[in-house]
T-cell receptor, first 113, second 110 residues
Framework: DSGVTQTPKHLITATGQRVTLRCSPRSGDLSVYWYQQSLDQGLQFLIQYYNGEERAKGNILERFSAQQFPDLHSELNLSSLELGDSALYFC????????????FGSGTRLTVV | GENVEQHPSTLSVQEGDSAVIKCTYSDSASNYFPWYKQELGKGPQLIIDIRSNVGEKKDQRIAVTLNKTAKHFSLHITETQPEDSAVYFCAASKGNQFYFGTGTSLTVIP
């Protein structure tokens, strides 16, 4: 157990729907990162939050959004889902922002049918 | 942005042999290079990292080397064991965002 908790582990939904993925960082970690892992794209950075504020944005689609709450948990919202959004979505956390290795959760596998 | 290339994509070695995975990066400003191991059904796990002010770092059977001039870094695993079988990812960073390589699937044959 890495200490980063992601729920749900698996999610199957239809095209056009909206889902919310949840992440609880390790105790004491202020930074939360979201990554998408697909077979053809590898690990792609989506977005980072630090202590409730957005810090960095990567290849995140406009249909996707995220937020970090006062208790530091984070949610990734995916809307108007398409078949191509099927992937593993990982959350990672770290104590601080910047160049420090972070800890990944076990991921949420999203399947859009 | 940064572009990280990783080779080989698959690697099979006999138990006890060494394994080497190589990565190149494009942005000379990148200064932090972590390596992650991902086992089936799990998230990536940090196994070793190196910063740009260091040329080599070792942790038991795992070592990483960095050549800033050539912009490449490598992971070396010695005395491989079946439990080393996994997908390995290199990454490069100069700030908050990690740019990952495409992964190397390592199989250690008993």
């Amino acid at each position: 157990d890495s200490g980063v908790t992601q729920t749900p582990k698996h999610l199957i939904t239809a095209t056009g729907q909206r889902v919310t993925l949840r992440c609880s960082p390790r105790s004491g970690d202020l930074s939360v990162y979201w990554y998408q892992q697909s077979l053809d794209q590898g690990l792609q950075f989506l977005i980072q939050y630090y202590n409730g504020e957005e810090r960095a944005k990567g290849n995140i689609l406009e249909r996707f959004s995220a937020q970090q709450f006062p208790d530091l948990h984070s949610e990734l919202n995916l809307s108007s889902l398409e078949l191509g959004d099927s992937a593993l979505y990982f959350c990672a956390s770290s104590t601080r922002t910047g160049n420090y290795g972070y800890t990944f959760g076990s991921g949420t596998r999203l399947t859009v049918v | 942005g940064e572009n990280v290339e990783q080779h080989p994509s698959t690697l099979s070695v006999q138990e006890g042999d060494s394994a080497v995975i190589k990565c190149t990066y494009s942005d000379s400003a990148s200064n932090y290079f972590p390596w992650y191991k991902q086992e089936l059904g799990k998230g990536p796990q940090l196994i070793i990292d190196i910063r740009s002010n260091v040329g080599e770092k070792k942790d038991q059977r795992i070592a990483v080397t960095l050549n800033k001039t050539a912009k490449h870094f490598s992971l070396h695993i010695t005395e491989t064991q079946p439990e080393d079988s996994a997908v390995y990812f290199c990454a490069a960073s100069k700030g908050n965002q990690f740019y990952f390589g495409t992964g190397t699937s390592l199989t250690v044959i008993p």
